[in-house]
């Protein structure tokens, strides 16, 4: 079974700092796909940006992006510049690609950004 | 908004009663996925169709059903209402059967569930 993990129930950054949330996931299979939803107080699902495991470059969205290290079944995310917006919780998520029929999520990380 | 929409937005109703949850896919999607988000926690895959066909179930208890129509909108029935039951549901859809390398689910805004 595949299973997400993020260590930091909560995070929080300095307006227009870096801030770095983790996430590392357990699976066999070799080819599958990660993302990051962000979860504002509105409670609205939004997706901020994913990864295909087949690729080795790190995808970015704007001032979002993540360090997928494939072998280490980790996939973080970077958010530079911080904005107040940003504050929400973080899910990460993992689909596989073959036969696959849902995502797993991880427990979440709630970021407070600091103005 | 992505596109997908879901009815009510919030719910309040008795233990043991029965309710219907729907959702309406973003025009063109094929697959609608249902998640169960309990307070404070992560979500949980609970069933998924697509074009209209059961396509696989998760962690769905047998008090739950759902089914999606000939127009793809789909709802899901939560019967025998328990306390533990009261969640954050959520609806997402994609233009896929759950195969393709470009899926991508899209969530609706979800349905707060209160038992009482």
């Known amino acids: 079974a595949q299973t997400v993990t993020q260590s930091q129930p909560e995070m929080s950054v300095q307006e227009a700092e870096t801030v770095t949330l983790s996430c590392t996931y357990d699976t066999s299979e070799s080819d599958y796909y990660l993302f990051w939803y962000k979860q504002p107080p509105s409670r609205q699902m939004i997706l901020v940006i994913r990864?295909?495991?087949?690729?080795?470059q790190n995808a970015t969205e704007n001032r979002f992006s993540v360090n997928f290290q494939k072998a280490a079944k980790s996939f973080s995310l970077k958010i530079s510049d911080s904005q107040l917006g940003d504050a929400a919780m973080y899910f990460c998520a993992y689909r596989r690609t073959l036969n696959n029929n849902d995502m797993r999520f991880g427990a979440g990380t709630r970021l407070t950004v600091k103005p | 908004d992505s596109g997908v929409t879901q009815t009510p937005k919030h719910l309040i109703t008795a233990t043991g009663q029965r309710v219907t949850l729907r959702c309406s896919p973003r025009s063109g999607d094929l697959s609608v996925y249902w998640y169960q988000q309990s307070l404070d926690q992560g979500l949980q895959f609970l069933i998924h169709?697509?074009?209209?066909?059961?396509?696989a179930k998760g962690n769905i208890l047998e008090r739950f059903s759902a089914q999606q129509f000939p127009d793809l909108h789909s709802e899901l029935n939560l019967s025998s209402l328990e306390l533990g039951d009261s969640a954050l549901y959520f609806c997402?859809?994609?233009?896929?059967?759950?195969?393709?390398?470009?899926?991508?689910?899209?969530f609706g805004p979800g349905t707060r569930l209160t038992v009482l």
């Open positions: 169709y697509y074009n209209g066909e059961e396509r």
């Open positions: 990864q295909e495991a087949y690729k080795q």
């Open positions: 997402a859809s994609s233009p896929f059967r759950g195969t393709e390398l470009t899926d991508t689910q899209y």
